[in-house]
């Protein structure tokens, strides 16, 4: 819940062309009801009142950017809304994947059709409903003559394996983003995040520690897989420390959270690719430099001296736009009723046509 992002995505000839993007702020008030309802949300989210209210905020900032932008509704095809994930998690070998922001809504607000429900069609088709991300990365980024892997560092961080030569694209959750940095910088620093990383840079991780933190199973369990906020959470912080005997400092343990991301990242890159050329990153965590650093220092000791690691910035997209163009694509491609493949992402059991349209007209 940093902000609301919205942007206006033209695809054409396998292009994305971005017409307009804007990162909108998250009202405060209702960031807080979310937080505080957050059982009660994962109890019933589509009858809670917070599900129209948060459609409402997104009709807000879509009809304020065609606007200013002058952009006619007419033009544009579908919203693709992801929504607010209240919950992502295994029960009893099912999938779950909860949402908030009402389709229906959204559609009445604004006149257009809206586009919705993607990790719900996949996990009803075998998957588990993330990551999303590989398939679009492969459409925008995909180079035949190099060996190219995009991470997209959100809360969770999520790799894509590109098409190259024979290779088929492939991707899955490799562990925590920002979430953990997040959560402890909030707790001992009252901040929201580590501003591009300085915090953790000024500290040395604890080997101990770290060793506690990449024993944990998640990281031994074969893709297909996906992971939360709610797995990789304060509390399971907290669990990790209790198993050691170090009296680490408080930027001791950021250091050693902060180093825990970039190390899952290229560990997970390197056990499912045994040469790897080029490495670009997104999302949010695209602006930790101390991540970024890390990804490129454990790159280097396991793949090549030469390999490149830098954010998506560089290949000419920036990298807080990737997440709104991932869903404008699926709505594009539910429109034009494309089936998509997420076999060997999700685990999903065949390709498939993803997303329900809500509309009015």
């Given amino acids: 819940m940093d902000t609301i992002d919205c942007g206006v995505f033209n695809f054409d000839n396998n292009c994305c062309n971005i017409m307009s993007f804007y990162e909108n702020n998250y009202p405060l008030e209702l960031k807080e009801k979310i937080l505080t309802n957050i059982e009660a949300l994962r109890k019933n989210s589509s009858g809670n009142p917070l599900h129209k209210e948060l459609a409402i ?25 992801h929504g607010q994930t209240i919950s992502h998690i295994k029960h009893n070998n099912e999938n779950i994947s909860i949402q908030i922001g009402c389709p229906e809504t959204l559609n009445s607000e604004t006149k257009i059709k809206v586009v919705s429900e993607f990790r719900q069609h996949d996990i009803k088709n075998g998957g588990e409903g993330a990551p999303l991300a590989p398939l679009f ?3 925008i980024f995909k180079n035949k003559d190099v060996k190219r892997i995009i ?46 990383g300085k915090i953790s840079s000024s500290h040395k991780s604890s080997k101990e520690l770290l060793k506690v933190l990449m024993d ?51 560990e997970s890159i390197s056990d499912h690719a045994n040469e790897c050329d080029e490495i670009y990153v997104c999302g949010g965590g695209a602006l930790n430099k101390t991540i970024i650093s890390g990804i490129r220092s454990e790159a280097r000791k396991i793949f090549s001296d030469t390999i490149i690691v830098e954010t998506t910035e560089k290949i000419n997209f920036h990298p807080k736009k990737i997440e709104a ?10 429109v034009c009723n494309k089936k998509l493949d997420y076999t060997k992402i999700t685990g999903s ?10 509309s009015t007209k």
């Fill in 57 to 81: 905020q997104y009709s807000l900032a879509i009809n304020n950017m065609l606007n200013k932008e002058k952009i006619n509704k007419d033009q544009i095809m579908a919203i693709g809304m």
């Fill in 137 to 139: 990365h492969d459409y």
């Fill in 151 to 196: 991470v997209n560092i959100g809360g969770i961080s999520n790799i894509s394996f590109l098409t190259h030569n024979k290779n088929t694209i492939h991707g899955f959750d490799s562990g925590p983003g920002n979430i953990l940095i997040d959560l402890w910088v909030k707790k001992k620093y009252n901040l929201d995040y580590d501003d591009e």
């Fill in 216 to 266: 944990d199973n998640f990281f031994k369990i074969k893709p297909p897989k996906s992971t939360s906020t709610e797995y990789f959470s304060y509390n399971w912080i907290i669990e990790k420390l209790r198993s050691i005997d170090s009296n680490l400092s408080d930027g001791e343990v950021l250091a050693s959270l902060t180093k825990l991301t970039s190390l899952t990242i290229v």
């Fill in 325 to 334: 163009g991932l869903f404008a694509w699926l709505a594009m491609s539910r």
């Fill in 349 to 358: 059991k065949k390709p498939k046509i993803i997303g329900e349209i809500f």
